[in-house]
């Protein structure tokens, strides 16, 4: 008989008169079924990869060559990198399972007999089909400055192993003509960094920024894109540009000064005046005065020096440098 075959048995009793042969008969028969002793099963042959999709892997083996009547099914393991070993059973010598793209495997077959006699395994390495990455995940603004933004996110969950590193873009939400327009740059990361973190640096104070973050694989054909929308701090508002007294009368000045209307912490201008015999300053604030203005000072003493001054604040209260200018009354 062959190793681990399993065979039917029919028993048939037969009685034999000891003086009249026909009086011999048989009696009834009984089938059973048994099964000759297992032998682990030998390695499967001519292990392969017939297809690859973004969709799955299609595995191929044929049986052992060495009591292949001993196996009753085989086990399939894939091992990627350094993560822990998956296996599955099948009866069939052909398999598809999805598996992570960009990544490299080694896979194994082994065949086991009905007893649980586990034979040589056979392998293979390969690596899988390039695709793109998925987003990335928890893109979050953890640290605002005046001049930058830092982000930290998290590698994608999609088609990880495609990642080879990351691309960033950085423009302002509403468009300001005298600021950065947009920013972009790629940082190569095959290490793992999770969560990884990026600075979005020089940026315009007191702005709205859109800040993307996108995977890109090694044929750099880019993942999908993550946006997210901050703000940088303020700065002091710049400087006034300038500020001309005119004397219109003996008891009045008209002031005009010049700020910035570029300036995005542009705030409120805050313009005094004192003369030198009464030295008791006046002042008066102009909203969105930063852009700048004008304003006629009456009820002032004549034949009077006085010391103008224009201050710009930004939303926040930090102040620029003062610009001084000084105008004397008209004379009686």
Request: hydrophobic letters at 30%; aromatic letters at 10%.
């Amino acid at each position: 008989m062959e190793t681990c075959g399993t065979y039917n048995f029919t028993i048939t009793p037969y009685f034999v008169h000891p003086d009249d042969p026909s009086l011999d008969f048989a009696g009834d028969s009984v089938t059973t079924v048994g099964r000759t002793t297992d032998e682990t099963p030998g390695p499967p042959r001519n292990l392969e990869i017939t297809e690859q999709t973004d969709t799955g892997v299609t595995v191929r083996w044929t049986e052992p060559s060495l009591f292949p009547q001993c196996v009753d099914h085989y086990r399939l393991c894939a091992k990627l990198e350094s993560q822990q070993e998956i296996c599955v059973q099948t009866t069939d010598t052909t398999y598809t399972s999805k598996l992570e793209l960009c990544a490299r495997y080694t896979i194994s077959v082994s065949g086991i007999s009905s007893s649980g006699l586990v034979g040589i395994a056979d392998t293979l390495t390969f690596s899988t089909i390039t695709g793109v990455p998925g987003p990335v995940v928890n893109l979050t603004v953890d640290a605002v400055g005046s001049n930058f933004i830092n982000v930290t996110f998290g590698r994608p969950t999609e088609n990880p192993y495609c990642v080879e590193g990351y691309k960033y873009n950085v423009r302002p939400t509403k468009y300001v003509w005298n600021i950065i327009r947009s920013m972009s740059w790629i940082e190569s990361k095959r290490e793992e960094c999770d969560p990884c973190s990026a600075v979005f640096y020089p940026l315009s104070p007191c702005t709205n920024y859109t800040l993307a973050v996108n995977a890109y694989n090694p044929s750099m054909m880019d993942g999908f894109v993550t946006e997210k929308t901050a703000k940088t701090g303020e700065a002091a508002p710049k400087d006034p540009v300038s500020i001309i007294g005119t004397p219109v009368g003996t008891d009045s000045i008209e002031v005009v000064w010049e700020g910035n209307p570029t300036d995005p912490c542009a705030g409120d201008a805050v313009l005094c005046w004192v003369n030198d015999v009464h030295p008791v300053e006046n002042c008066m604030t102009y909203q969105q005065g930063t852009l700048g203005g004008s304003q006629l000072l009456f009820g002032l003493l004549p034949c009077s020096l006085y010391t103008i001054t224009v201050i710009f604040k930004s939303p926040g209260g930090l102040q620029s440098a003062a610009l001084v200018n000084y105008t004397r009354t008209l004379d009686i």
